[in-house]
């Protein structure tokens, strides 16, 4: 099971820097459907050995969810959305490549020391998952797009999921159907708000958002 | 049977959150909040009679999901004595309120009025009944917020948004010292459960003091002691009169019960507790009473009685600690009866009097008193009621503020007699202060009412006052009657407080109820004595007036030292009623005066005129204050920038990674 997870680690690295780098204008959906996908398969072969319907379930659920829908949602929201260019960062594309990489070494660090507490987790799954939730906030803090940052936050959900699943072994199915909820709601949530947004003020641009303070 | 007052708590919810959902019709909602608070608060009143009655606990204790805490009611004896203010002053709050706000306008502002009384009386009713430390928080801090936005009820006028952010200010500080008093004991007793505090403190007086400390800055702040008492006078006069009644008879002693349930805990009392308690309740008293003179406003002046009358309860609750300490029952068990039930009787006369503020202030658009007078022929029952809730707050027999003070007085006359020095020192202090006290407070309402109702109307508004609404009647006669009864049911009253005597000292009921029967004896004598004399004194006023009716009687003007034509202008005012005092006591209370007198043979214009303002917001608090202001700067972090605070949540979480990975 070792060279899957290896295989998953690697291509989730790799979707994260794409999005750390992505500056075309339907690549982040379509990167972030990938990872979700990526990150489906995680619990299942987790639990290769013991196969549950629970695990399948949740597996199916969160790859339906995350792989198809949220992105589906957001490509639609893009195609109805009338900006220009997709990512203006506050942090340009390649400042915010090179800030991967000392953000994966971060990673591995707090992974190598989180070992010892968590014996059963996979320590590649480890170091992708506190990377998936850096990367996330990262987007979140760095993008001006409001879209840009529901898909930081997917991220940073998947980096959750991916922690959950590979660190609780006996209530997974609670606690992921509780973030895979909160998930749902704030991806509609948030579908909603940026349409508003847009037609209430005519910008998707979050840092205008100050324009409203009292 | 806690169900009761579960019931009572969720009708007081109910009606409060109706009021809300139907503020478009602002009728509807008014009268739902109306009998929300009246339906429920009547359930809770019976549920904490039948605890006094049957001196039974009533608990209910369920599991919270709330780390560190649980759901853990207990209405025991010392909860129900104070739960009948809280339920007692909401039902008739409730019932004058509506007349009282008939005039306003705002759907809105008005639905939330009605919703924050509510919460305000369940706020108080949790806290009472929470027997666990974080519940009890959590109950504090509803308790706590609510009057900030009774207070500020008429927010378009700045001065009422500053008394309400004076209000949030001064409870918040209290606040802090309550949660560091939980936390602290929360850590000593492994519980956050009353049960558990008791055994933490047993044989720890070092840590036991610092509690008490801890506990009287915290719950002190919320009863208004001298000097975190600022808020009084700010909030009282902004808030409607109906909440200003419940705010100052309820929600203050709420902070004596936080004093009094701290001391269950703390163990055998040291002798320097009760020391302290008696220095606070001197000056509260003392200060509070002096302050008050010098008040224009009667809303002010009535807030500022209020600290005067924390202070006499804890003078009470000080005497009864000292008698604790040292081991004299009769002292301990007089003195609690005396702070105990003066909480009572404030809580009646005090409430009568802010309604009865309240209906001259709708009557004649105001409560500055030097705009008003004759109010007691235009308003019968507003300005009878209100003498008789002056008489009690002044402390005269036979009605119920002289009861208490009687006990309090039999307290230091007792304490005077004692071989003990440091005793009969202590019942001396009590003794000197209570008679500056009363005295005071007598020169004080008698410029109340004297300038209120008597004379003539300084202002047309005051002259075309009329009786307010009947349901505004019917509440201040209640506690009118409450006043009476009190007072002459006083023998009764008073041996009814032997279990919750026994509930605040830790004695045995037999033992605080022999002391109480001791003291009941002498009181009968002086209610019988008074009541008497008051008997005598109205059948030879009534013999007088029939004669009066039958002769012919001729009016005429009161001489005037020859001048022929007076005005209502050639009253006392209020500030000259009390000019001779107010110089007395210069030293404490600085007036800012602006004279300018008449000059030459015909002077055309002469005018004088004074400003009170407290010494401690002005000294103590306002440079503090201007302090805090500095660190407004600390604004640039509040941007309002989506991207900035998700910054702070990562640095913050980095940070807690890489701590906690390194050490």
Not at chain 2, 4 to 32: K, P, Y
Not at chain 2, 509 to 535: E, K, M, N, Y
Not at chain 2, 581 to 603: A, D, K, S
Request: aromatic share 10%; with cysteine.
């Amino acid at each position: 099971m070792l060279p899957f997870l290896g295989i998953i680690q690697a291509l989730g690295l790799l979707t994260s820097f794409a999005l750390l780098g992505t500056r075309s204008k339907g690549a982040g959906p379509q990167w972030l459907a990938f990872q979700g996908l990526l990150c489906g398969l995680v619990p299942i072969i987790m639990h290769a050995d013991g196969l549950t319907t629970q695990v399948v379930l949740l597996a199916i659920g969160n790859i339906v969810l995350k792989g198809i829908v949220f992105p589906w949602v957001l490509l639609r929201l893009r195609a109805r959305a009338p900006y220009h260019r997709e990512v203006v960062p506050f942090i340009g594309i390649v400042g915010s490549t090179l800030f991967g990489i000392p953000v994966l070494a971060l990673s591995v660090w707090l992974a190598l020391r989180m070992t010892p507490a968590l014996k059963h987790a996979p320590f590649v799954m480890l170091v992708l998952s506190i990377f998936l939730i850096f990367v996330g906030l990262f987007l979140i803090v760095t993008r001006r797009k409001a879209l840009m940052q529901v898909i930081g936050y997917l991220v940073l959900e998947n980096g959750i999921f991916v922690f959950s699943a590979i660190a609780i072994s006996g209530t997974l199915l609670l606690v992921e159907l509780g973030v895979l909820l909160d998930a749902f709601v704030a991806v509609f949530v948030m579908g909603i708000a940026i349409l508003h947004i847009n037609s209430e003020f005519g910008f998707m641009d979050v840092d205008q958002l100050t324009a409203l303070r009292g | 049977m806690v169900m009761v007052f579960a019931t009572a708590i969720l009708l007081l919810l109910f009606g409060g959150f109706l009021a809300v959902v139907l503020c478009a019709r602002s009728g509807v909602s008014q009268v739902a909040g109306q009998v929300g608070a009246i339906s429920g608060s009547a359930l809770g009143l019976v549920s904490a009679i039948r605890v006094l009655l049957t001196g039974k606990a009533e608990g209910m204790s369920s599991v919270w999901h709330m780390p560190g805490g649980s759901l853990h009611f207990q209405i025991d004896v010392l909860s129900a004595f104070f739960l009948l203010p809280v339920f007692g002053l909401s039902i008739l709050a409730a019932l004058y309120g509506r007349s009282y706000l008939a005039d306003r306008k705002g759907g809105y502002a008005l639905a939330g009025s009605w919703f924050h009384l509510n919460m305000l009386t369940v706020g108080m009713a949790l806290v009472i009944a929470a027997h666990d430390g974080l519940l009890f928080l959590l109950a504090w801090e509803i308790m706590a917020l609510s009057p900030f936005f009774l207070v500020a009820f008429d927010d378009q006028k700045a001065e009422v948004r500053k008394a309400a952010w004076i209000y949030l200010s001064a409870t918040h500080l209290g606040t802090a010292f309550l949660l560091i008093f939980f936390v602290l004991l929360g850590r000593l007793a492994g519980t956050s459960d009353f049960d558990g505090y008791a055994a933490a403190l047993r044989d720890n007086p070092a840590l036991s003091s610092t509690m008490f400390l801890l506990a009287l800055i915290g719950f002190g702040s919320k009863a208004g002691i001298v000097p975190t008492h600022v808020w009084l006078p700010e909030a009282h006069p902004a808030a409607p009169s109906h909440a200003s009644a419940l705010m100052s008879g309820a929600m203050i002693k709420v902070g004596i019960y936080g004093v009094v349930r701290t001391l269950t805990f703390l163990g055998a009392p040291e002798p320097w507790w009760g020391w302290l308690l008696i220095a606070i309740g001197a000056s509260s008293g003392v200060l509070g009473v002096l302050f008050a003179l010098a008040q224009h406003d009667l809303k002010r002046l009535l807030a500022y009685h209020s600290v005067e009358n924390i202070g006499i309860i804890l003078l009470g609750i000080g005497i009864g600690v000292l008698g604790l300490a040292e081991g004299i029952r009769p002292l301990a068990v007089i003195g609690f009866a005396a702070g105990l039930l003066h909480v009572l009787n404030h809580s009646i006369f005090k409430g009568l009097l802010f309604l009865g503020a309240g209906a001259v202030q709708r009557a004649a658009h105001g409560v500055e008193l030097e705009e008003l007078g004759g109010l007691l022929k235009r308003m019968p029952w507003t300005g009878a009621t209100f003498l008789i809730g002056a008489t009690a707050i002044v402390g005269l027999p036979p009605l119920n503020g002289f009861v208490s003070e009687f006990l309090l007085f039999y307290a230091s006359f007792f304490a005077v007699v004692q071989p003990a020095v440091n005793i009969a020192v202590a019942g001396l202090i009590v003794l000197v202060v209570m008679g500056l006290i009363g005295g005071l407070a007598a020169a004080c309402f008698a410029k109340a009412f004297g300038v209120v109702f008597l004379g003539s109307p300084r202002s047309p508004e005051a002259g075309e006052a009329r009786e307010v609404a009947r349901p505004m009647c019917a509440a201040m006669a209640i506690l009118a009657l409450l006043c009476v009864v009190f007072g002459l049911a006083a023998p009764t009253v008073v041996s009814a407080l032997d279990r919750v005597v026994a509930a605040a000292t830790g004695l045995t009921i037999g033992a605080a109820r022999d002391q109480l029967t001791a003291v009941t004896g002498p009181l009968t004598i002086a209610i019988s004595v008074f009541a008497v004399c008051i008997v005598i004194a109205a059948s030879v006023w009534a013999v007088r007036s029939r004669r009066l009716a039958l002769a012919a009687v001729r009016t005429a003007q009161v001489w005037g030292c020859g001048y022929p034509k007076p005005t209502p202008k050639m009253q006392y005012t209020a500030s000259s009623f009390v000019q001779p005092l107010t110089t007395q006591f210069h030293l404490f209370v600085r007036n800012r005066e602006v004279l300018v007198p008449p000059e030459g043979y015909f002077p055309a214009s002469a005018s004088y005129s004074s400003e009170s303002s407290d010494p401690f917001l002005r000294g103590l608090f306002a440079p503090v204050f201007r302090w805090f202001d500095y660190l407004s700067h600390l604004e640039i972090f509040q941007h309002g920038l989506v991207h900035g605070y998700v910054l702070y949540l990562v640095i913050t979480l980095v940070a807690l990674l890489i701590w906690g990975s390194v050490w």
